[in-house]
């Protein structure tokens, strides 16, 4: 009786003790409200145009699926493998865990999936008996609270298999490139070796554990009658084909990495926050186009310098193709959003436009010739702006000067409209740079932008005056597939649609007969224009054609010259650009021609037959000739009076006008009163001085002398002597994404 009692106080004490002990536990555990909305870490995907992924974004790679949709090997060899009682104990196996407490192994090993899945999910990795207690208390509620099939569904979504990769789809993608619906028994066998020990097993790293430790699942599945021996002798010998990114340990590889840093610096993280967007399984669905990104990255390949390119639709402003530099794992610095450059004379077209809405037209004349332009209120010397090739052409149409890039009608038509006049159409077509002042020299392109901003510029003659701005997203949804965000085209009008489609024709004659001409496509209607910097230390090439503009930038972080005088836009730029828009073309099925979107009643332009040198109307006689849009009632009558055998009639109001400054004028006199100079007739100006038109009086709009020497665009740029990776570094600390 005494001993009965002893016993029965012993086991009262036991069970008091072991009460207290599970209460005080208790307290730290979740709670059944807390285990019911519960949800894994799941993995964002970014999305090409297409619906094509380009990359994931997550802290735990991990792609959930339903229990039905998993390989029936994948299911069947991960129970053999953890546990092949798993629907039939309730969550977990006292004899098992007795068993190992009393071989010594302190109840480690006697995990079910349940408990397994309750540690995954709520608990540490630390053995000790505390944990041991919670977890199997943990699993004990959630055997209550869920069904097995949703337990083990969780369970294959939950676990690790090493390398990143969070689940059972995202281990099939990682190690084999393929769904965990369409995994082999040879495929499964080896994934369900790896969750006793992923970086032990991993076959990447030792296929001779990774073999052995399949043939135990193998050989579990066939003890269970689950398989028969030769299933398991095939799967066995299975050649196993691995994901070739996964054998070089990168499992996240992102097709577009300037492309995604951008979003997700400058549009994900700040609206979303870091957790939601490496945690939340967004879907985020984007502009750009994959193929054309691919076309992009080797046309930049073929570039010797730093650089970069970037293509968009001007209809609505989406990125198609972004490449910030050559290697985004040795600088991440995005040279097409953040290299604010000068651009050359690639700026020269938004010159051109603010003649063309100051009623200036292509067929007008002007002089290439030195000139000498003191700055108001200056002390100091005249600037003389020269050509790049130390020659000039004299008198020549606007259409000519824009086509072969020559400097000095563009410095006199800025004197003429005024820089602030300038600088307001460049606001107006997409340039937000900071450093765009209105100097006498902003026509030269000494301002420093970007190559987006260009891009947004050039949208502009591609799409009949229209503005669009750049944009990277079009939609965003939550896991749930609630629509977070949604994105369309903002478009505002930046020109009259006449004077649009006048400049496009003008930049046309650039890629048919001026510095763009190896740009040439047969069968294409192409525009673009070159740019080159002083020193040589920046080319540029910006164009587009029906559907598509892009341009290409290429310069040295370091700003050293690109070369010798043969360092071009025509010679480093062009031919990449010319690379990229052969592919492009292909794989977007541009077409051929611009489209006639507007009437010529409705644009108040039309088609003109023009002699390049003269401006007039050409004749069969003209040699270089070619077509522009002109304003319909501002067409000369006449015909060329340089080839033509009958002269223009002067009473002609719609010919061409030579456009002079007080200096030209001048200049003009003292050639007409030298007769020493007056060798050949072809040395005189083609009009009469009734043509000529009064003196231009000089732009009121200039600032003091300080804001108008060519100065240094350099001194506008605040400096930071840390190194881009060093940002970039910092920016993965601010939003603990590292």
């Given at each position: 009786?005494?001993?009965?009692?002893?016993?029965?106080?012993?086991?009262?004490?036991?069970?008091?003790?072991?009460?207290?002990?599970?209460?005080?536990?208790?307290?730290?555990?979740?709670?059944?409200?807390?285990?019911?909305?519960?949800?894994?870490?799941?993995?964002?995907?970014?999305?090409?145009?297409?619906?094509?992924?380009?990359?994931?974004?997550?802290?735990?790679?991990?792609?959930?699926?339903?229990?039905?949709?998993?390989?029936?090997?994948?299911?069947?060899?991960?129970?053999?493998?953890?546990?092949?009682?798993?629907?039939?104990?309730?969550?977990?196996?006292?004899?098992?865990?007795?068993?190992?407490?009393?071989?010594?192994?302190?109840?480690?090993?006697?995990?079910?999936?349940?408990?397994?899945?309750?540690?995954?999910?709520?608990?540490?990795?630390?053995?000790?008996?505390?944990?041991?207690?919670?977890?199997?208390?943990?699993?004990?509620?959630?055997?209550?609270?869920?069904?097995?099939?949703?337990?083990?569904?969780?369970?294959?979504?939950?676990?690790?298999?090493?390398?990143?990769?969070?689940?059972?789809?995202?281990?099939?993608?990682?190690?084999?490139?393929?769904?965990?619906?369409?995994?082999?028994?040879?495929?499964?066998?080896?994934?369900?070796?790896?969750?006793?020990?992923?970086?032990?097993?991993?076959?990447?790293?030792?296929?001779?554990?990774?073999?052995?430790?399949?043939?135990?699942?193998?050989?579990?599945?066939v003890h269970l009658d689950w398989i028969t021996r030769e299933e398991a002798d095939a799967a066995a010998q299975e050649q196993l084909k691995f994901n070739e990114r996964t054998e070089k340990n990168k499992l996240v590889f992102n097709k577009a990495p300037y492309f995604v840093s951008h979003i997700l610096f400058k549009e994900l993280i700040p609206v979303y926050g870091s957790d939601k967007i490496y945690k939340g399984g967004m879907k985020i669905y984007t502009t750009l186009d994959l193929d054309v990104q691919q076309a992009a990255e080797?046309?930049?390949?073929?570039?010797?310098?730093?650089?970069?390119?970037?293509?968009?639709?001007?209809?609505?402003?989406?990125?198609?193709?972004?490449?910030?530099?050559?290697?985004?794992?040795?600088?991440?610095?995005?040279?097409?959003?953040?290299?604010?450059?000068?651009?050359?004379?690639?700026?020269?077209?938004?010159?051109?436009?603010?003649?063309?809405?100051?009623?200036?037209?292509?067929?007008?004349?002007?002089?290439?010739?030195?000139?000498?332009?003191?700055?108001?209120?200056?002390?100091?010397?005249?600037?003389?702006?020269?050509?790049?090739?130390?020659?000039?052409?004299?008198?020549?149409?606007?259409?000519?000067?824009?086509?072969?890039?020559?400097?000095?009608?563009?410095?006199?038509?800025?004197?003429?409209?005024?820089?602030?006049?300038?600088?307001?159409?460049?606001?107006?077509?997409?340039?937000?740079?900071?450093?765009?002042?209105?100097?006498?020299?902003?026509?030269?392109?000494?301002?420093?932008?970007?190559?987006?901003?260009?891009?947004?510029?050039?949208?502009?003659?591609?799409?009949?005056?229209?503005?669009?701005?750049?944009?990277?997203?079009?939609?965003?949804?939550?896991?749930?597939?609630?629509?977070?965000?949604?994105?369309?085209?903002?478009?505002?009008?930046?020109?009259?649609?006449?004077?649009?489609?006048?400049?496009?024709?003008?930049?046309?004659?650039?890629?048919?007969?001026?510095?763009?001409?190896?740009?040439?496509?047969?069968?294409?209607?192409?525009?673009?224009?070159?740019?080159?910097?002083?020193?040589?230390?920046?080319?540029?090439?910006?164009?587009?054609?029906?559907?598509?503009?892009?341009?290409?930038?290429?310069?040295?972080?370091?700003?050293?010259?690109?070369?010798?005088?043969?360092?071009?836009?025509?010679?480093?730029?062009?031919?990449?650009?010319?690379?990229?828009?052969?592919?492009?073309?292909?794989?977007?099925?541009?077409?051929?021609?611009?489209?006639?979107?507007?009437?010529?009643?409705?644009?108040?332009?039309?088609?003109?037959?023009?002699?390049?040198?003269?401006?007039?109307?050409?004749?069969?006689?003209?040699?270089?000739?070619?077509?522009?849009?002109?304003?319909?009632?501002?067409?000369?009558?006449?015909?060329?009076?340089?080839?033509?055998?009958?002269?223009?009639?002067?009473?002609?109001?719609?010919?061409?006008?030579?456009?002079?400054?007080?200096?030209?004028?001048?200049?003009?006199?003292?050639?007409?009163?030298?007769?020493?100079?007056?060798?050949?007739?072809?040395?005189?100006?083609?009009?009469?001085?009734?043509?000529?038109?009064?003196?231009i009086p000089p732009a009121p709009d200039l600032p003091p002398a300080e804001g108008n020497s060519t100065g240094s665009w350099r001194d506008y740029i605040k400096k930071d002597d840390r190194s881009v990776e060093e940002r970039y570094q910092e920016l993965l600390k601010k939003y603990n994404i590292q």
């Open positions: 009786m005494w001993l009965g009692m002893t016993v029965l106080a012993c086991i009262a004490a036991i069970s008091v003790g072991l009460a207290l002990y599970i209460n005080k536990i208790s307290d730290t555990l979740p709670t059944d409200d807390e285990i019911l909305a519960y949800r894994a870490n799941e993995a964002s995907i970014v999305y090409d145009r297409k619906g094509r992924v380009i990359t994931e974004l997550y802290v735990e790679n991990r792609k959930p699926m339903k229990l039905e949709q998993f390989s029936k090997w994948m299911v069947m060899s991960i129970l053999a493998a953890e546990d092949s009682q798993f629907y039939s104990h309730k969550g977990i196996r006292p004899l098992a865990i007795l068993r190992s407490l009393f071989s010594g192994e302190g109840g480690q090993g006697a995990s079910t999936i349940t408990q397994q899945l309750s540690r995954n999910l709520f608990l540490s990795s630390e053995k000790s008996l505390d944990r041991k207690a919670k977890e199997a208390i943990i699993s004990l509620h959630m055997e209550r609270l869920y069904s097995k099939d949703k337990l083990l569904e969780t369970y294959l979504n939950a676990i690790y298999f090493g390398h990143g990769a969070w689940g059972i789809d995202a281990a099939a993608h990682s190690y084999f490139n393929k769904s965990a619906s369409d995994l082999t028994l040879g495929e499964a066998s080896i994934l369900a070796g790896l969750v006793a020990a992923p970086e032990k097993y991993s076959p990447i790293r030792n296929m001779n554990l990774a073999k052995a430790r399949q043939n135990y699942v193998l050989n579990r599945l080797e046309s930049m390949a073929k570039l010797k310098s730093e650089g970069g390119l970037v293509a968009l639709d001007p209809a609505d402003g989406s990125i198609l193709a972004l490449v910030g530099g050559k290697d985004f794992e040795q600088s991440k610095f995005n040279r097409v959003t953040q290299a604010f450059r000068q651009s050359g004379s690639a700026f020269k077209p938004i010159v051109y436009t603010a003649a063309l809405e100051a009623d200036y037209r292509p067929i007008d004349h002007i002089m290439d010739a030195p000139i000498s332009l003191r700055v108001p209120n200056s002390s100091g010397p005249a600037w003389t702006p020269h050509n790049f090739s130390e020659t000039y052409a004299g008198e020549e149409t606007l259409l000519n000067a824009l086509a072969h890039s020559h400097n000095t009608p563009a410095v006199r038509l800025t004197y003429m409209l005024g820089p602030t006049a300038v600088v307001e159409t460049a606001r107006r077509m997409g340039i937000t740079s900071p450093y765009l002042t209105p100097t006498l020299s902003v026509g030269l392109g000494v301002a420093s932008v970007t190559p987006l901003e260009m891009a947004v510029v050039y949208s502009v003659f591609a799409n009949n005056g229209n503005r669009v701005e750049p944009y990277f997203i079009r939609e965003i949804r939550s896991r749930e597939g609630k629509v977070l965000q949604l994105n369309s085209p903002k478009i505002t009008e930046a020109l009259q649609p006449g004077t649009a489609m006048i400049a496009r024709s003008m930049l046309q004659e650039v890629i048919r007969a001026g510095t763009g001409s190896k740009a040439r496509l047969a069968g294409f209607e192409m525009f673009g224009k070159t740019g080159t910097t002083n020193d040589y230390t920046d080319a540029w090439f910006a164009g587009g054609v029906p559907g598509l503009v892009a341009v290409v930038y290429a310069g040295n972080d370091d700003l050293k010259p690109l070369g010798g005088k043969n360092a071009t836009g025509s010679q480093i730029a062009l031919p990449v650009w010319s690379s990229f828009i052969r592919s492009a073309v292909k794989i977007l099925e541009a077409p051929q021609v611009f489209p006639r979107e507007l009437s010529d009643e409705e644009s108040g332009v039309r088609v003109m037959r023009v002699c390049v040198e003269s401006g007039f109307p050409a004749s069969p006689e003209c040699k270089k000739v070619t077509n522009i849009y002109m304003p319909a009632d501002r067409i000369p009558t006449a015909t060329c009076p340089l080839h033509a055998e009958s002269a223009a009639e002067a009473e002609d109001p719609n010919a061409p006008q030579l456009l002079l400054l007080d200096q030209d004028k001048t200049d003009l006199e003292a050639v007409k009163k030298d007769e020493e100079l007056l060798v050949s007739q072809d040395q005189l100006p083609i009009f009469g001085p009734s043509q000529i038109p009064p003196p």
